[in-house]
């Protein structure tokens, strides 16, 4: 069968290499804890919980398409104006709105060597063309990302911090990553970890979202507010990005369980302490337990870290996880992200904390 007698996609999408998200299988294990995909031990605000199932009780009525509600809360924690604020179903589908509405094919999109996967993948989708800037110390290097603008660059997606090393840009740098681009040139800020952040030197963005014009910070609620599996996003952004986001997304791209959880979990701001200050002890004592062990993390500042396996020896990132998921503790591969001898772990109860440790004090002396 050739191709011409049946529909082909355009081009660029056959070259995507599907997301593959965290596992959650651990077959033969007595008790899986999953920690493949940066979600909080401490689950959504009991606050969620209750506007969800009172949401469910109107499940035949349409959501309100703007999802002011929410746009509201999330405006009162911050002290942003809601007209800046577009909600969507998860950050992802925002990446993929911002790239569909400002990339013509044959448009370049900038993003960093270790970056999220996510901004390949919308690249490509909307028609354009991936270039990846070179990293330093698995740290974005902004001269990396100016030295890749060309006449046909379009957008740069930056996660701040990153993922999957858990490293992030000062401030300073940001500005000067901003400085240096074009005015036309949409740089997008994903600060999908910001509320883990405890650095002076770090700023999600809403400063230069509101001091410039090419600038968009885009947000979560699948990470500290635990609500990942209802699909919350938002992005603060000027008015003409939101204005032109708003006309080529779906009427009612966030659902009504969604808007009235969100709304409900943003308020709980003694929630997300409790999850940043449990990161913040964990991540620390992880980092600490695992470099005793031999074993090298990346410095980072999110709800993950990156472990780094020794490239001789025989204990291989790949044994490595297949060690750990035998005893129920699902980590991340992240060849497809430049580490292939590397696993990814989130930051965990402390019960899952201990057991990754002890099971690679063991692998590693076995
Ligand atoms: C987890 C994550 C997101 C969030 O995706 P959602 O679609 O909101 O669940 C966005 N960016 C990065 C870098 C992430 O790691």
Redesign the pocket.
Known sequence: MSSLDRPTPRPGVMNIAAYVPGSDSAPGAMKVWKLSS?ETPLGPSPAAREALENAGRHLELYPDGSATKLREAIAETYGLNPANILCSN????LLGLLAQTYLTAGDEGIYSEHG?L?YRIQILASGGVPVIAPEKDERADVDAILAAVTERTKIVFL?NPN?PTGTYLPVDEVRRLQRGLPGHVLLVL?A??AEYVRRNDYEAGIELVSSSENVVMTR?F??IYGL?GL?I?WMYAPAHVVDAVNRVRGPFNVNALAIEAGAAAIRDKAHVERAAVHNEEWRTWLTDELTKLGLRVTPSIGNFVLIHFPENGGKTAEKADAFLTARGFVLRRVTGYGFPNALRMTVGAEEANRGVVSALAEFMGG
């Open positions: 940066n998860g950050s992802d589908e999220f996510v996660a993922n994903d999908a970890y979560t699948s990470k990942a699909r996003g």
